[in-house]
């Protein structure tokens, strides 16, 4: 084993957006630590791939959804992190685990809304501190936004305020952890197509047109141009970007 290696945990990695960035991660020679919630079959079949490529990889069960598990979860990582890469640190942590939810103001339930807070603004804010002793001094956080902070769709405003609440948990973090060396940015992707909020951009022509429409290179995104980007805040050459939103969406609603 490279020693020399570094050690990427990203949440939600089974499918999607976090499937992808942990195979082009791996692809520039980082370790994965990938979290999957229900999908086991999935997360097992991503260490696979990347095995198969000469990455390595390993899937921990989390529900981002629930705090209180939180510190198991940090000895989990820190088991795997001696068992299988033989050192006490990662490098990077990508809060990407989320689900989308189309609900308008009028209709939105208190469930839904505490739903979507604690997966997507408490879960990373608390994790990331649980996680916080395991992270090497000068590595990196990436927190996954949206671009419906920016702009707004009817039917997305609890999402999308938890992942305003993301941005600027971004620039706190940023602030407080520079004394480690710790950058922290926010990636914010426009519309993608993977299962999300049911798969809708993927599947459902009259939303794939529209958001090509509305985007200014005329198509929806892929999951290769997120992971790709991913992989490239995270490179040797991004460490000075620190504290910054950077929106991933072939400029969507310009
Ligand atoms: P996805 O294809 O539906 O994948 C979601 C991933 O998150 C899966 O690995 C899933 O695990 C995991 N997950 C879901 N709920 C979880 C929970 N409660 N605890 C832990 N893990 C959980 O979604 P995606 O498109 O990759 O989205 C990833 C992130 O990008 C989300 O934060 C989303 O808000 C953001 N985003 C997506 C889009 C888009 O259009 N796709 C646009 C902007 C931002 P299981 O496989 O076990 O279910």
């Not at 992190?81 to 640190?89: E, G, Y």
């Not at 902070?149 to 039917?155: D, E, K, Q």
């Not at 197509?193 to 090509?212: C, L, P, W």
Request: charged residues 20%; contains cysteine.
């Amino acid at each position: 084993m490279n020693m020399n290696r570094k050690i990427a945990l990203i949440t939600g990695a089974s499918r999607g957006l976090g499937k992808n960035a942990a195979l082009h991660l791996s692809a520039q020679g980082v370790s994965i630590i990938g979290t999957y919630n229900s999908n086991k079959a999935e997360a097992d079949a991503v260490v696979q791939e990347i095995e198969s490529r000469g990455g390595q990889a390993a899937m921990l069960q989390l529900d981002v959804g629930n705090s209180t598990a939180f510190a198991r979860f940090a000895e989990k990582v820190a088991e795997v992190l001696q068992s299988k890469f033989k050192t006490d640190r990662f490098d990077f942590l990508i809060n990407n685990a989320g689900i989308g939810l189309h609900v308008a103001i009028a209709e939105t339930t208190e469930s839904q809304f505490d739903q979507l807070m604690n997966i997507h603004l408490k879960g990373p804010f608390f994790l990331t501190q649980k996680l916080l002793p395991l992270i090497a001094d000068g590595g990196r956080i990436l927190n996954v936004s949206s671009g419906l902070a920016r702009f707004s769709f009817p039917g997305q405003a609890a999402y999308a305020m938890m992942k305003g609440g993301v941005e600027v948990m971004t620039r706190y973090m940023a602030k407080e952890f520079g004394a480690r060396r710790i950058s922290v940015n926010t990636i914010a992707p426009g519309a993608i197509a993977t299962d999300f909020g049911g798969g809708a951009v993927r599947d459902t022509k009259e939303i794939n047109d529209h958001v090509a429409s509305v985007t200014a290179l005329g198509r929806a995104g892929l999951p290769d141009d997120i992971g790709g980007a991913i992989a490239m805040l995270l490179s040797e050459g991004s460490g000075w970007v620190n504290a910054q939103r950077i929106e991933v969406s072939g400029g969507m609603c310009l």
